[in-house]
């Protein structure tokens, strides 16, 4: 019965993860830097427990055992394979038992890889990794269990919608788990470094790797949940500052903070307490966003079915975790002293911690002030994207400057090179955005000041790879990705100055013209597939000379029944043509919305580049270590 | 780090978890209350026979009036109307009825079948005029008193226990 | 005198800029205003009945003349400040306003202050 094996194995987690707790705790007491092999050996074999258990979900979805709970309400027999696999994490508590794969693996891979650490702080990382372990393995035990069983077991699944059979659904979780899941690593090792007073550059090292991984994951799975919300969602747009995209986001501002940091602590032994702040800060934004998007207390998009209990499990667990690193950082907080410079490398890595800080508190407030409102006085409040745009992007066009400058700045001393060399940049991004407006159009003051300044961050970044190539100091990471963020953020203005939306209400036949486009409905068709119906319309954009054809589709399916809307999607490497299609109740007219949004593939491009530039650092270090 | 730094610290931390505490157990489905206790507004909806028009003023005459947005193609509304056609027996209150973004014959096939608990019928069309009452599906109700100030919305169809809070209401 | 006749085409210049913001788009209030049963959609991105009506009623509201602030207000007046997705400037929502001015002013204080305590290095 693949429901008693699953919980054998959930069970035999739990009991390894105490043997480990226990036999560290007795190693902890023994002298010398020795680990007993039989910590190791049942690391290991936890590792292996949680994924055999976690196979065994997959297998009990692939042959659509309906007996468990879970595989009833989210799949199907008819649903095609790759989705009954993936499906398996797609729910709340197959979901769960990915957080428990990261979490040990992460675990047992950290003990492995810091052999050059002090024993005490390796063996208090890996208690505390496997006390957070046991939580979730109790969660999951208790409240979320995957292999819950179903009596009388039902002859077929529930779970054949198809908004979620999509291949970047699919892969979002475990990118981003991957990302905040993997930064429980670092919380762990923070607290160990605290109580065992580590708190040398080494420690930067051991955890400066990690950092990065989850960084570029996370970054990874962010950006593949706003292409799939672009592809599928059907409005166009990426990125909505929901909440439970803001969730994703929290964790990456305190990321970002603290890859800088680390910099900054394992070369100049500086900033401890603040880089473990940040190292706590992550992993308690990462299960503060699981609470805000699994127990129901906000409304979004994207939410979960929810449950109370869910809520208040996670919210004690969390409340465990901030009031535990808070108490321990109030026992061992002691005042550091610093020697900085205004004009020194250090100095640029806290105005990015201090703009990253900034970021963070804005979507922190929006996301959780309507819950404060409606608890407080009973008043439901929308904060949407003009609050997050309006707070937010006059201060980016400042933090872009810095990010072209501040990797420039030397280490601990107070000179300046170059600052003619930065006008001449500026002059150039002021004159190319010049350009942009006279082959565009006009634009607001802000738009202007926004691509100005990421052209500044592009031209300065191309200036230190052509000067740095000739030096032979080159830090290609770095210049990529900072490189890749100035793009994005011009890519991203650009979309969003020249995008044309247009909405129509058109019968078969109409022809709609606006400027030097024209739309016209030319066809109305009925197609058959497996499990769906679809009404396809044939719409032909003519511009100028340029001819697309675009079918938008409305999908009715049976099993559930729901109706989806497709958009047509025409990509190039200039633009986007956008075109979806809805039926009006009681009558023949089509509702069409007819989008034009230049350059989205660059904006997708440019995040890769950026999770190129941390990987490509991650090897670097690998490769030196 | 000074005592009152640690205690301010402790101190947010505890109210943003309380809070998330309390936010579990609020309702997350959203009912515009908003209007209550508040005068309706300016509206003019025409009847479902005739073309004159039935505004706010016509009201006044009633000690108690429900208003009541339907339509023919909404199911919950169905399932509702039996409770409207046994308010519609109370000696205090007058029911009308706004047809909802629906079609004369299709209302009338409606009231044929399960009965006309309106004593004034009117329609939207658009659904413009269900707007000003801030209705954004149906079926909803919205009871008012003789001085037109909104007692109570009703989001979705009315339920026995509705009921009974009406006929309570309705009694002094 | 130079510096003058180069703000005053500045000015001119960037009237052009202005120029082009002055008029309602009804397509920037319907973004701004949420769809009440949908999934957190806006009325622009939702093609439900009730987005439908609200896109006839704010079309309705342009012609009669009301400002965007005014149209906002109506509809926050009908259905509560969550139908709208800018929070409104008023005392509840204060602290949303202020608070992440506050926290960049605040950290800036926090940096300055690491460098006014301690010794520089001179070399």
């Keep these: 019965m693949i429901s008693n094996f699953g919980n054998f194995l959930l069970f035999a987690s739990i009991v390894l993860s105490l043997s480990i707790i226990y036999l560290s705790n007795k190693n902890l007491k023994l002298n010398g830097n020795q680990i007993t092999k039989i910590i190791f050996q049942l690391s290991l074999i936890q590792s292996t427990l949680v994924v055999i258990c976690f196979f065994t979900l997959i297998a009990a979805f692939i042959v659509s055992d309906f007996s468990l709970i879970t595989v009833y309400q989210n799949s199907h027999s008819m649903k095609p394979i790759f989705y009954k696999i993936t499906g398996t994490w797609g729910n709340h508590e197959g979901s769960l038992m990915l957080w428990v794969i990261i979490l040990t693996i992460f675990s047992f891979l950290f003990l492995i890889y810091n052999k050059n650490h002090p024993k005490k702080f390796r063996l208090l990382t890996l208690i505390i990794q496997n006390i957070l372990i046991i939580g979730f393995l109790f969660f999951i035990l208790l409240n979320s269990n995957p292999f819950s069983p179903l009596s009388p077991i039902p002859k077929e699944g529930l779970g054949l919608n198809p908004i979620l059979q999509d291949p970047a659904l699919a892969i979002h979780p475990p990118l981003l788990y991957i990302g905040f899941v993997g930064s429980s690593i670092y919380f762990s090792a923070a607290i160990a470094s605290l109580i065992s007073n580590y708190s040398e550059k080494n420690f930067a090292s051991s955890i400066k790797n990690w950092i990065l991984i989850s960084w570029s994951f996370q970054t990874l799975g962010i950006l593949v949940g706003s292409i799939w919300a672009y592809y599928e969602l059907g409005w166009g747009g990426f990125w909505f500052w929901d909440p439970v995209e803001n969730a994703s986001l929290l964790p990456w501002f305190a990321m970002t903070a603290l890859f800088h940091s680390i910099i900054v602590f394992e070369k100049r032994n500086l900033f401890y307490f603040w880089v473990i702040i940040l190292c706590l800060m992550t992993f308690i934004l990462s299960v503060t966003g699981t609470f805000l998007v699994r127990s129901g207390i906000l409304n979004s998009v994207h939410t979960f079915a929810s449950d109370p209990t869910r809520g208040i499990y996670i919210l004690s667990f969390l409340s465990l975790m901030i009031f535990g690193s808070v108490f321990l950082l109030f026992k061992k907080y002691k005042t550091e002293n610093y020697n900085l410079n205004q004009n020194s490398k250090e100095t640029f890595v806290l105005v990015n911690n201090w703009f990253m800080m900034f970021y963070l508190v804005t979507v922190l407030l929006g996301t959780i002030y309507p819950i404060f409102t409606d608890a407080l006085s009973q008043n439901k409040i929308s904060v949407g994207p003009p609050f997050y745009n309006a707070i937010i992007f006059p201060v980016v066009v400042i933090f872009l400057i810095f990010m072209a400058i501040g990797p420039n700045a030397s280490w601990i001393k107070n000179k300046f090179d170059n600052i003619k060399l930065y006008f001449l940049i500026l002059i150039g991004a002021i004159l190319i955005n010049l350009m942009i407006i006279l082959f565009f159009k006009n634009f607001s003051i802000l738009s202007n000041f926004i691509i100005i300044s990421a052209l500044f961050l592009i031209l300065s970044s191309l200036k230190d790879f052509v000067i740095s190539k000739k030096k032979n100091n080159l830090d290609l990471a770095r210049i990529i990705t900072h490189a890749s963020f100035g793009f994005l953020v011009l890519f991203i203005g650009l979309n969003h100055i020249s995008s044309v939306e247009k909405d129509y209400n058109m019968k078969i036949g109409e022809i709609k013209k606006f400027d030097n486009y024209s739309i016209e409905f030319k066809n109305l068709e009925l197609k058959d597939f497996i499990n769906y119906q679809a009404v396809v319309g044939e719409f032909e954009i003519l511009k100028e000379k340029d001819r697309n054809i675009l079918k938008p589709e409305i999908r009715i399916y049976s099993n559930p029944k729901t109706l989806t809307y497709e958009a047509s999607i025409k990509t190039s490497f200039i633009k986007d043509y956008y075109l979806t299609m809805s039926n009006i109740d009681r009558s023949d007219y089509y509702n069409i919305k007819f989008q034009e949004k230049p350059f989205m593939i660059w904006i997708w491009l440019s995040v890769i580049m950026i999770v190129c530039g941390g990987l490509l650092r991650f090897f670097k270090n690998a490769k030196n270590s | ?172 | 005198m130079n510096i003058k006749y180069l703000l005053i085409i500045l000015l001119v210049a960037s009237q052009s800029i202005f120029a082009s913001e002055k008029q309602i788009d009804p397509k920037e209030i319907q973004k701004n205003l949420r769809c009440l049963v949908c999934q957190g959609q806006s009325i622009s991105d939702s093609n439900s009945d009730f987005a439908q009506t609200i896109k006839m009623v704010v079309d309705d509201l342009i012609n009669e003349g009301l400002t965007e602030a005014e149209i906002y207000s109506f509809m926050s007046d009908k259905y509560g400040e969550w139908i709208v997705f800018k929070p409104q400037l008023n005392i509840q929502n204060l602290l949303l306003w202020i608070l992440p001015y506050m926290a960049l002013i605040l950290g800036g204080f926090f940096i300055i202050r690491l460098f006014n305590t301690k010794n520089k290095i001179t070399k």
């Design chain 2, 1 to 172: 780090m000074q005592k009152i730094v640690k205690t301010i610290i402790f101190l947010i931390f505890l109210f943003i978890l309380s809070v998330f505490f309390i936010g579990l157990n609020r309702d997350t489905n959203y009912n515009t209350a908003n209007q209550i206790n508040k005068e309706i507004p300016d509206f003019k909806v025409s009847y479902i026979d005739e073309e004159n028009f039935f505004t706010k003023n016509d009201l006044r005459k009633n000690n108690f009036t429900l208003i009541n947005f339907w339509a023919s193609w909404c199911a919950p509304c169905r399932i509702e109307h039996p409770l409207l056609i046994r308010l519609s027996e109370e000696k205090n209150m007058k029911i009308v009825g706004v047809n909802f973004k629906d079609k004369k014959e299709h209302a009338k096939k409606f009231l044929g079948e399960l009965g006309n608990p309106y004593d004034v019928s009117t329609k939207d069309m658009n659904g413009k005029q269900s707007v000003l009452f801030g209705i954004y599906g149906i079926p909803e109700s919205i009871l008012v008193n003789k001085e037109l100030i909104v007692i109570k919305k009703f989001v979705g169809p009315l339920s026995v226990n509705d009921l009974n809070y009406i006929k309570e209401i309705i009694k002094q």
